[in-house]
């Protein structure tokens, strides 16, 4: 079976889903919803303004840049397998990030004041971070320590939290003014995002997991995704109360479908 890599970790070329698949993204599908009312609460809410608007897409391309673009970067630079399509794929996923953080800054510049410094790398490193990101990142670090490839899988499976943030952005098109800039460069996210997603689900099956690395692997993700839920929320000034975001915590939100199709898993 023809397999690819993506930051070392083998995605064999999928065919169809397993039950213990089935069963890890049912257990993540109300996350992913829960992260998807944070960002369409905060798009529909009269007290969204274009500060907040600075607000969120600063800290976007905080994570387009030190979150995405660098970690790449590190893993292109130490990589010393000489293997030519391995680096051509780290090469692309590069070049995606590279071009989601310079999309976002350019929206950022649409939003900002007249006069007001746009943004660069230093900026960014400087005012980007916010605690609740800080704190997803730091869970993922504790993971990929403790539990070595399971935990490394898991910050894969939930990178971009089935690329809820740009799924909804993209439906603002249509809205006039603002609105339309960020459903482009929502929409044109959205289709990278959306295979990097999905490359680090599709070849689960392949990897020869025994139950109980099922088992921690859905432990691990959920425990991610529900700091991603209060991370959006942070993100997007708090447009949840405390009592929802921690019924969404807990599972509350009707599960995002996925789609098995694309996946190539149907």
């Not at 993506?6 to 599908?29: D, E």
């Not at 997803?136 to 499976?157: P, T």
């Not at 109360?241 to 807990?250: F, M, N, S, V, Y």
Request: charged share 25%.
């Amino acid at each position: 079976m023809a397999a690819s890599s993506i930051g070392g970790l083998a995605v064999p070329s999928p065919t169809r889903a397993s039950g213990s698949l089935v069963r890890l993204i049912a257990a993540n599908a109300p996350y992913w919803a829960g992260e998807a009312e944070v960002v369409r609460t905060y798009f529909a809410s009269a007290t969204r303004t274009a500060q907040t608007d600075r607000t969120w897409v600063l800290h976007q391309a905080y994570k387009e840049y030190w979150d995405g673009y660098v970690p790449v970067l590190r893993v292109l630079a130490a990589d010393e397998t000489a293997d030519p399509g391995r680096t051509s794929e780290l090469v692309d996923v590069l070049r995606d990030e590279l071009n989601h953080y310079e999309w976002f800054a350019g929206l950022y510049d649409e939003l900002a004041p007249d006069g007001q410094p746009g943004l660069d790398p230093g900026r960014l490193q400087r005012e980007g971070p916010w605690v609740e990101n800080t704190a997803l990142g730091a869970l993922r670090a504790a993971h990929r320590e403790q539990h070595g490839d399971i935990g490394r899988r898991a910050q894969w499976f939930t990178e971009g939290g089935y690329v809820t943030l740009y799924r909804e952005g993209r439906l603002l098109a249509g809205r006039g003014g603002i609105d339309e800039h960020v459903a482009s460069v929502c929409a044109k996210v959205y289709e990278d995002e959306f295979d990097h997603m999905l490359s680090g689900i599709a070849g689960l099956d392949q990897l020869g997991l025994s139950e109980s690395d099922w088992q921690r692997l859905q432990t691990l993700t959920v425990a991610q995704l529900r700091l991603r839920i209060r991370m959006r929320n942070a993100q997007f000034s708090q447009p949840l109360g405390p009592g929802r975001i921690d019924a969404l915590c807990e599972g509350a939100a009707e599960p995002a479908p996925f789609d098995w199709v694309r996946a190539g898993l149907a």
